[in-house]
């Protein structure tokens, strides 16, 4: 398993910004892509952005593109996660995952333990 750690969550105002981060330790031979998920109380985990190891090509949520990008370091340890124009439906818990490429949480094999994201005035 990759080990994750995320870092970059907080409070924030609406139409605010922030910068999530996601370090890696490596990968394994089933790590397709690294993703972001969100999950809001008493909702479903769902898919955000996720960007594929090799090539990094991108996907996104129909919710949140043209406000969000995921992006790499060159060195492949760290994601992030740009987030403008941020609304109260964008609070959740926000994960980061690796696996293979998906957008149904349950195929990812590696999680992080979460960041808390609050978009209220």
């Known amino acids: 398993q990759v080990q994750l750690i995320e870092s970059g969550g907080g409070l924030v105002q609406p139409g605010g910004s922030l910068r999530l981060s996601c370090v890696s330790s490596?990968?394994?031979?089933?790590?397709?892509?690294m993703a972001w998920f969100r999950q809001a109380p008493e909702k479903e985990r769902e898919f955000v952005a996720a960007?594929?190891?090799?090539?990094?090509?991108?996907y996104y949520a129909d919710s949140v593109k043209g406000r969000f990008t995921i992006s790499r370091d060159n060195a492949k340890t760290t994601i992030y996660l740009q987030m403008n124009s941020l609304k109260p439906e964008d609070t959740a818990v926000y994960y980061c995952?690796?696996?293979?490429?998906?957008?149904?949480?349950?195929?990812?094999?590696?999680w992080g333990q979460g960041t808390q994201v609050t978009v209220s005035s």
């Open positions: 995952a690796a696996g293979p490429l998906s957008g149904v949480y349950l195929d990812y094999t590696s």
């Open positions: 490596g990968r394994t031979s089933s790590t397709d892509a």
């Open positions: 960007i594929t190891w090799s090539t990094s090509k991108t």
